[in-house]
């Protein structure tokens, strides 16, 4: 497996190591231990989500202000720009984001720490993202973030309009957002 740094310490792009022949492949997407001892991720995941997506479909940015999530992401097919927000009021890196390209093809993972909103783009004609949380879905606590909120100014790779849910559509500047403290 290899780590790779972003711009925010937290958040990590994690490489499994994909055994590949003419048959196909195998990598393992998660080993406790591996992830403890390369990455330092020691959280226990609770909950595991999969979700399909047409093209420019783009979700979030979502966080929970309680029970706040871990998430371990990644494209089982197609590929998402996958986006971290960091809401982690007194972090030297609030306010800031990072994006990553996540795809069938690179394998790659996106370690998006609690403390952070996250959200993601469909840039293939579909895909399938497969993400552990490191607590349950709640509702009652979940939040939005506009995904193209000014003081953000995510770069995100669009061609036009995104296809939002009516919760994206109505998410809140992020001047005005909950946040951690």
């Known amino acids: 497996m290899n780590i790779l740094p972003t711009e925010i310490p937290d ?11 003419e048959r196909g492949f195998f990598l393992e997407s998660f080993n406790e231990k591996a992830f403890s001892e390369k990455a330092g991720i020691s959280d226990q995941f609770v909950q595991d989500n999969h979700s399909r997506s047409v093209q420019n479909v783009l979700r979030g940015l979502h966080y929970q202000i309680e029970q706040s999530q871990g998430k371990l992401v990644r494209a089982i097919a197609g590929s998402i720009f996958d986006v971290a927000v960091d809401i982690r009021k007194n972090s030297p890196t609030f306010g800031q984001w990072v994006s990553c390209l996540l795809s069938a093809e690179n394998k790659r993972m ?35 973030i506009l995904w ?15 296809i939002l849910s009516p919760k994206d559509q109505n998410g809140k500047p992020f001047s005005s957002a909950d946040v951690y403290p």
């Open 11 to 21: 958040v990590l792009i994690i490489e499994p190591k994909v055994f590949q022949d």
């Open 110 to 144: 996106l370690w998006v720490p609690a403390g952070f909103a996250h959200g993601f783009l469909v840039v293939s004609e579909n895909a399938e993202v497969l993400y552990k949380t490191t607590d349950y879905y709640a509702p009652q606590h979940e939040r939005c």
């Open 148 to 162: 193209n909120d000014p003081d953000l100014a995510i770069d995100w790779p669009l061609p036009g309009e995104p």
